[in-house]
T-cell receptor, first 111, second 112 residues
């Protein structure tokens, strides 16, 4: 298993609410990437944080935002939740351009 | 943008047989190609990766081959075992940007 952890494990929200998901990167890693994995599909890149700055973004609207802290842990925030936001949210940590190691994910259900 | 196609979507093999999964990509500047295995309800786990300065890489029963000219790479699993049953995803790093684009996945079933 990797040293990447995520919280919470599961979350149920209603449409229009806001949610914050958390990720602790593996020791020695300075980069965190976030992915959304809908049921039966491959992970889709949301954005990446490197040394506390956003370093690339996928095709997700601005209501998806994030932060990275000095200890390289990260948060993903989603505002105005929609039903289609229901998915497994994965974070992956790496050292710079190195291999990405995934956390266990947070399963978000929007009702 | 980068497009990654993965085939087949499902693959059923007899234990002991080989399995091959293929991915094609569109961006000729891509240089890094990892493969992940995801068991039901679990995180994707890296099983092997290859960089564009290498044509083939092997780790025990698993190998990856890369053809940069044709823009495709393949995962080869030999002597398959029931515990190899999972969904396998290929991925491509876009333009040295750290961003991974994933294929749609292959569900591998190894029949005992």
């Amino acid at each position: 298993e990797t040293g990447v952890t995520q919280s919470p494990t599961h979350l149920i929200k209603t449409r229009g609410q806001q949610v914050t998901l958390r990720c602790s990167s593996q020791s020695g890693h300075n980069t965190v990437s976030w992915y959304q994995q809908a049921l039966g599909q491959g992970p889709q890149f949301i954005f990446q944080y490197y040394r506390e700055e956003e370093n690339g973004r996928g095709n997700f609207p601005p209501r998806f935002s994030g932060l990275q802290f000095p200890n390289y842990s990260s948060e993903l925030n989603v505002n105005a939740l929609e039903l289609d936001d229901s998915a497994l949210y994965l974070c992956a940590s790496s050292f710079g351009q190195g291999t990405q190691y995934f956390g266990p994910g947070t399963r978000l259900t929007v009702l | 943008g980068e497009n990654v196609e993965q085939h087949p979507s499902t693959l059923s093999v007899q234990e002991g047989d080989s399995a091959v999964i293929k991915c094609t990509y569109s961006d000729s500047a891509s240089n890094y190609f990892p493969w992940y295995k995801q068991e039901l309800g679990k995180r994707p786990q890296l099983i092997i990766d290859i960089r564009s300065n290498v044509g083939e890489k092997k780790d025990q029963r698993i190998a990856v081959t890369l053809n940069k000219t044709a823009k495709h790479f393949s995962l080869h699993i030999t002597e398959t075992q029931p515990e190899d049953s999972a969904v396998y995803f290929c991925a491509v790093e876009v333009d040295s940007s750290y961003k991974l684009i994933f294929g749609s996945g292959t569900r591998l079933l190894v029949r005992p």
